[in-house]
Nanobody
Framework: QVQLVESGGGSVQAGGSMRLSCLAS????????LGWFRQAPGQEREGVAS???????YSGGSAKGRFTISRDNAKSTTYLQMNRLEPEDTAIYYC??????????????????WGQGTQVTVSS
């Protein structure tokens, strides 16, 4: 199975930027669809961004226009660039992957593999 490990989380002031990384244990197949999700205390898991095997990318919800997902298949890594962070972005962020999909998706059920998560805290 694919094992995913997130890194790059931490604390930042509102308006700042942060880049999260997700490293796969093995080769990240170029056809895999990748996603970033987040879950705040007391909230449901929310899809943030997704990128498919053709590098079609999408950011949804409040992240749209502020967050950008990218991938580097040679490094088996996906990234989430977060700009203009807001306190409402505070959450545990998870990366996910699926080998079955051929398009992007912000639905958790679409994905087969999940990382452990990394905490992002945005202060006002």
């Amino acid at each position: 199975q694919v094992q995913l490990v997130e890194s790059g989380g931490g604390s930042v002031q509102a308006g700042g930027s942060m880049r999260l990384s997700c490293l796969a244990s093995g080769s990240l197949v170029s056809s895999y669809t990748l996603g970033w999700f987040r879950q705040a205390p007391g909230q449901e898991r929310e899809g943030v961004a997704s990128i498919d095997g053709d590098s079609n990318a999408y950011s949804g919800g409040s992240a749209k226009g502020r967050f950008t997902i990218s991938r580097d298949n040679a490094k088996s890594t996906t990234y989430l660039q977060m700009n203009r962070l807001e306190p409402e972005d505070t959450a545990i962020y998870y990366c996910a992957a699926t080998e079955s999909g051929n398009w992007w998706s912000l639905k958790s059920s679409y994905y087969d593999y999940w990382g452990q998560g990394t905490q992002v805290t945005v202060s006002s």
